[in-house]
Each structure stands twice: as C-alpha cells, then as structure tokens.
C-alpha cells in the first residue's frame, strides 16, 4: 500500500476548476486531531451525506501566520458542523508533519477538523493555487455545494490572514440564498433576521428605495 492515497484524476478536469464547476471526488489522506490517527476522506463522500464542504488551504504547518488562521477556524468550527458543513484545511505538509504541528503548537490544541495533506500540490494546483518552484500552495478558501458545485474560490497573498467571521458570514448567505433562491445577498448582511434583496426590473436604479445599509 502506498503511503498516500491522495488523488482526483485531476488531469480529467479543467485547471484550474472555476466557480460554477464541479469538483471531481477527490481522496485526501489526513490527521484527524480528535481521534489522534490517520485516515483517508473522500469528497464524494460528503456529497453524499448532503454536506457543504470548506477547504482552507494554508503554505505550511509550523509557520505563523497559518497559527493564528488555523485557531481562528477552530473556534468556528462546532457552528459549521451544525450547519452541515465540514471545514478541512489542506497544505502541501505530510499528514506526519500535521500530527507533530497540532500536538506541539499549544493555539492549535482545540483543532478538531480534518487536517488533509496534498503533498505532491496535485490538489492545490487543481484549484490553482500550487507555487510549484516553492512547493506549497496559496492562501485558499473554496466552499463547495452539497452538488459539488465551487460556490467560493478565494486566494490571498501568503502574508495576509483570513477573517474567519467573514468566512462563517459568508457561508450563512449561501445557506440563506439556497433557502431563497429568488433573492440576493447585500454587502453587509449578517445573520436571518437582515433583509435580502430581490433582483428584477422594478429594484433597477431603485435599491435605496427599499433596502437601507
């Protein structure tokens, strides 16, 4: 058996997939924090379940920056979970590297997502973030849909972190939508009880009239 089993038949799709494609099933090894093993994840799977599912890339373990992002996602987490979704951060590190990361680095001690590892970048460059001289992947964020849709593809310069209260806002406006989906989402919408907007003839050049920021 190999040692990784991390795979999509990548070179079958379009590189790299856009928003509105579908992400192929793709096979990720992993660490999983709580259990304290390795294991292998599927994103069919998922699909299956009727999960969203949130990918968060990050360009390494034991640096700085992917710390504080990873600790941040972490507090979030119990709420994605009750929202349907999986979140999984991925990096080009070795599922080893991952293990020895979240047992060391005392922010990363209440992770509980599965830590995916794609260490030949075949993923990353999948979703067009892989820098291949260096060997790591960007600062990504891809929500995907129960249908396997790309709903968000976000890409950040590595020294620059992620808001994830804006990640979790943003996710809650894609299950929102997806309950309405005859309406849009504004600028700073936050939560059910915020109004939506309805796209159509009578709102063109009039959305002061009914909707106030």
């Known amino acids: 058996m190999s040692e990784h089993q991390n795979g999509c038949n990548c070179e079958d799709y379009q590189m ?3 928003v509105g494609d579908i992400v192929p099933d793709i096979r990720m090894d992993y660490y999983d924090p709580i259990k304290k093993d390795f294991g292998t994840l599927s ?13 968060v890339f990050y360009p390494g373990d034991f640096t700085f920056v992917c710390t504080t992002e990873l600790t941040a996602l972490a507090e979030q987490y119990d709420r994605y979970k009750a929202l349907g979704a999986e979140v999984i951060s991925v ?14 680095e005392k922010h990363l001690h209440g992770v509980k997502f599965p830590m995916a590892a794609d260490p030949t970048g075949e993923i990353a460059e999948l979703f067009g ?11 990504g964020t891809f929500i995907i849909n129960p249908k396997g849709e790309l709903l968000v593809s976000e890409i ?9 209260e ?29 109004p939506l907007l309805k796209p159509g ?3 063109v050049g009039k959305v002061s009239d009914t909707y106030n920021q």
């Open 156 to 164: 950040h310069i590595d020294f620059l972190g992620r808001n994830m």
């Open 91 to 104: 990096s080009c590190d070795t599922k080893f590297v991952h293990l020895a990361w979240q047992r060391d």
């Open 16 to 18: 790299p997939l856009q």
């Open 129 to 139: 973030i892989y820098v291949a001289d260096k060997g790591y992947a960007r600062r």
């Open 43 to 55: 994103l069919g799977e998922l699909r299956e379940q009727g999960k969203y599912v949130i990918l």
């Open 201 to 203: 003839a009578d709102l």
């Open 166 to 194: 804006e990640l979790m806002r943003r996710f809650k406006a894609i299950l929102m939508i997806a309950k309405n989906p005859d309406k849009a989402c504004p600028s700073k919408w936050k939560d059910e009880n915020d």
